[in-house]
Each structure stands twice: as C-alpha cells, then as structure tokens.
C-alpha cells in the first residue's frame, strides 16, 4: 500500500480544521441569536450568560484559521 502524499495529508488536515471552524460559528450564531431573543425580553442576565466565553471561542475560532 502506498503512502498518502504530503500535499494529500496537508489538504485533509485543512478540510479537518475547516470542519471544526465551521461548526464552532454555527454553535455560536445559535448562541448569540439566543442572546437577541433574552434582550427582546429584557432578560439581561440570560443574555450575559449566553455572552459568556464568546470570545474565548472566536480566539480559538482565529487560532484554527491562522494555522489552516
């Protein structure tokens, strides 16, 4: 059986990293559209909670995409 090529395995790890970047912004605009629905109700603590470790996730979100 022969190896993957280096260009092969770089491309599958861009896809892999991708995937994960895509699916963290998916989970994150779910979070911050519950954060709009807790300010239309004027739930100011339901909204900070939804608001909690945003930007934690978008630095991670950057990091992948710096290393893609």
Known sequence: MTEPNTSDLDQAIRE?????????????????EGVGIDLNHNRQHA?????????????EMRCFLRIA
Do not use: H, P, S, T
């Not at 991708?18 to 979070?31: G, H, Q, S, T, W």
């Not at 909204?47 to 630095?59: F, H, N, P, T, Y």
């Open 16 to 32: 892999r990293i991708f995937a994960r970047v895509k699916e963290r912004n998916r989970k994150l605009i779910v979070r911050l």
């Open 47 to 59: 909204a900070l909670g939804g608001l909690d470790r945003m930007e934690q996730d978008i630095d």
